[in-house]
């Protein structure tokens, strides 16, 4: 039970908290405004840690420099999508009432068709590199360069976006879109703006945290499942629209996973997962951080 009180598992989950804490920022604010069940949200995670590996590959760009390359080009595909696909079905008030059920079928042909041209053009053979390798000593805990780097790149761009739509006016319109659609143009906001720019923001968000992921792990074009499901239950756990409390959900799932690893084996791993998912959704649909029924 020594391992519990560990510095170095602390700050194991508090990496994984906040990698969890970004990504599920993007699905909050996704789902949030247009109701759009993203399960390919996790294969924008693995775009970004294309981008990343082929920017130090070809061109020895760091990850810290081309994650603002993958945050531009992954914001670029959900401005694409947004106009080319979900512009006319969010204006269509027929289509708009069963758009939440269509999705899951939509963007899980998006994420299949998404994985197979990365297995077309990278093959399915896991990839990865080495940044920042050099060990770093804070007190007691033993880090390498490239995930203290991780965690605190991820801790403020996380604080900062979560700030800035808490506070700011365009952030004050995206919680009055998550809160009722319906009013929110009433009072003349425009629902259609604020709509593409929660999904380019979003996209954005996750192709960066990709971008930092790709140095902690391997990338496969199957990688992003997983953190598909991760922010599935962060948002529940934070409560839909309740963006601090998104932030704060996921280092509480980091803390959850993390530990609970430690004291019962890494095969465990999705059964505290999905089992904390499912207790949420029986016991507290709102979530544990949740302000209530959010209505539409």
């Not at 508090?14 to 970004?22: K, M, N, Q, S």
Request: glycine share 12%.
């Amino acid at each position: 039970m020594d391992i519990l009180f560990s510095p170095q598992l602390l700050a194991a989950a508090l990496i994984t908290g906040v990698l969890y804490a970004l990504i599920s920022l993007g699905l909050n604010l996704i789902y949030g405004t247009m109701r759009l069940l993203n399960v390919a949200h996790g294969d924008l995670v693995m775009i970004g840690s294309y981008i990343a590996f082929m920017a130090f590959s070809l061109f020895n760009v760091g990850p810290l420099i081309s994650m603002f390359g993958a945050a531009i080009i992954c914001g670029g595909l959900g401005w694409l999508a947004y106009r080319s696909v979900f512009q006319n079905l969010l204006s269509n008030s027929e289509i708009l009432a069963r758009l939440e059920e269509n999705s899951l079928l939509l963007f899980f042909g998006i994420s299949v068709v998404v994985q197979n041209l990365v297995i077309l053009f990278f093959t399915a053979d896991r990839q990865g590199y080495e940044y920042l390798s050099a060990i770093v000593e804070i007190g007691d805990v033993r880090l390498t360069g490239a995930r203290l780097a991780v965690l605190i790149v991820g801790s403020v761009v996380s604080i900062a976006a979560v700030l800035y739509l808490r506070f700011s006016l365009f952030g004050l319109a995206i919680n009055a879109l998550i809160q009722n659609r319906d009013a929110s143009a009433i009072v003349g906001i425009n629902v259609d703006r604020v709509q593409m720019f929660s999904l380019v923001i979003g996209f954005g968000i996750t192709g960066l945290a990709g971008a930092l992921i790709s140095v902690l792990e391997p990338i496969t074009p199957v990688m992003g499942f997983p953190y598909t499901m991760s922010a599935f239950v962060v948002i529940i756990l934070g409560g839909l629209g309740n963006l601090w409390g998104g932030f704060l959900a996921g280092l509480l799932l980091g803390f959850l996973e993390i530990y609970g690893v430690a004291v019962t084996g890494p095969e465990w791993r999705s059964v505290l997962v999905y089992g904390i998912f499912i207790g949420i959704l029986i016991f507290r649909p709102q979530g544990l951080l949740g302000r209530g029924r959010v209505a539409r």
